[in-house]
């Protein structure tokens, strides 16, 4: 997480959403990923818990806040290296290389407050970590109930 250090959390109450952009995600599975009007909800619903529990109001007009957040995907590949091994048998045996190769999709949220009076970032925090792209409903939102309540651990921060 970051923060602006000038910012006075003790001040901010009220909370609005900036509106998200989905862009056209025609011909792209990784856009159409991010775009996910049912993703959307699940964010929004778990940030909306995680900000009633710090205090907050959802503002109808005016907020002391904004916030927003972002997705992104990124596909991975993990190469591990266990070196030479012996692969001997009765009809002789040889050297070898023993290789793994993980392939995944590396998912990243950031979740943005910013002072609504001075539009500035005030603060900022984010999570990363490996997509389950298999996981049920039930499943996807009790993970990111679990990520938003991390990224959310670090506000207010502690000066």
């Known amino acids: 997480y970051d923060y602006d250090m000038d910012?006075?959390?003790?001040?901010?109450?009220?909370y609005k959403w900036i509106p998200r952009v989905m862009s056209d995600a025609s011909g792209s599975a990784k856009t159409a990923m991010q775009n996910n009007t049912l993703l959307d909800q699940r964010i929004r619903s778990a940030v909306d818990t995680q900000m009633s529990d710090k205090g907050f109001t959802l503002a109808a007009d005016s907020a002391d806040v904004l916030v927003v957040y972002h997705v992104g995907l990124a596909n991975k590949?993990?190469?591990?290296?266990?070196?030479?091994?012996?692969?001997?048998?009765?009809?002789?045996?040889?050297?070898?290389?023993?290789v793994d190769v993980y392939?995944?999709?590396?998912g990243t949220l950031i979740v943005d407050i910013v002072n609504a009076a001075s539009r500035q970032l005030a603060w900022r925090g984010s999570a990363t970590g490996v997509v389950e792209p298999g996981n049920s409903p039930e499943q996807q939102q009790a993970r990111i109930n679990d990520v938003v309540s991390r990224i959310f651990a670090n506000y207010p921060p502690k000066k």
């Open 103 to 106: 392939q995944y999709t590396e």
């Open 77 to 98: 590949v993990e190469v591990t290296d266990w070196g030479y091994t012996y692969a001997g048998s009765y009809w002789g045996g040889g050297m070898g290389r023993n």
């Open 7 to 14: 910012s006075n959390f003790n001040a901010f109450r009220t």
